[in-house]
């Protein structure tokens, strides 16, 4: 919980940086989904509506093409491809890698994508 001083020093912080936010952006939620973001936003120690426009613009300036995911998903896409030959019991040449690795980057972004979206599907319900 912040105490008072705290509050007047975020005042001053806002008063600072010269910009007044004058407009509203509002949505409905239930009583546990708004539980869910209380509990979220005092994680990050602020309160709702902070925690709220911090999550908003980050999602709303955030690019589709996710340079650090992208990498995760290529470093997958090379380990799993590594690994079948290693399993089968099957030698891994410099070349077979350097082939590897260049079809991971032609590919990545690709599969970075629809793995994104396999998520956005979940998270849709599976459709």
């Given at each position: 919980?912040?105490?008072?001083?705290?509050?007047?020093?975020?005042?001053?912080?806002?008063?600072?940086?010269?910009?007044?936010?004058?407009?509203?952006?509002?949505?409905?939620?239930?009583?546990?989904?708004?539980?869910?973001?209380?509990?979220?936003?005092?994680?990050?120690?602020?309160?709702l509506s902070e925690w709220a426009r911090e999550?908003?613009?980050?999602?709303?300036?955030?690019?589709?093409?996710?340079?650090?995911?992208?990498?995760?998903?290529?470093?997958?896409?090379?380990?799993?491809?590594?690994?079948?030959p290693l399993i089968l019991g099957k030698p891994?040449?410099?070349?077979?890698?350097?082939?590897?690795m260049s079809a991971v980057r032609r590919e990545?972004?690709?599969?970075?994508?629809?793995?994104?979206?396999?998520?956005?599907?979940?998270?849709?319900?599976?459709?």
């Open positions: 919980m912040k105490t008072t001083l705290g509050l007047v020093e975020n005042l001053d912080h806002r008063q600072k940086i010269g910009t007044r936010r004058t407009e509203t952006v509002g949505t409905r939620v239930t009583a546990s989904e708004e539980k869910e973001l209380l509990l979220a936003a005092r994680r990050n120690g602020r309160n999550v908003l613009l980050r999602e709303a300036r955030r690019s589709d093409d996710d340079a650090v995911f992208t990498e995760i998903v290529a470093t997958r896409m090379l380990l799993v491809n590594l690994i079948k891994v040449t410099s070349e077979w890698i350097t082939e590897a990545k972004r690709r599969a970075a994508q629809e793995v994104m979206q396999q998520y956005t599907d979940d998270a849709k319900g599976g459709r």
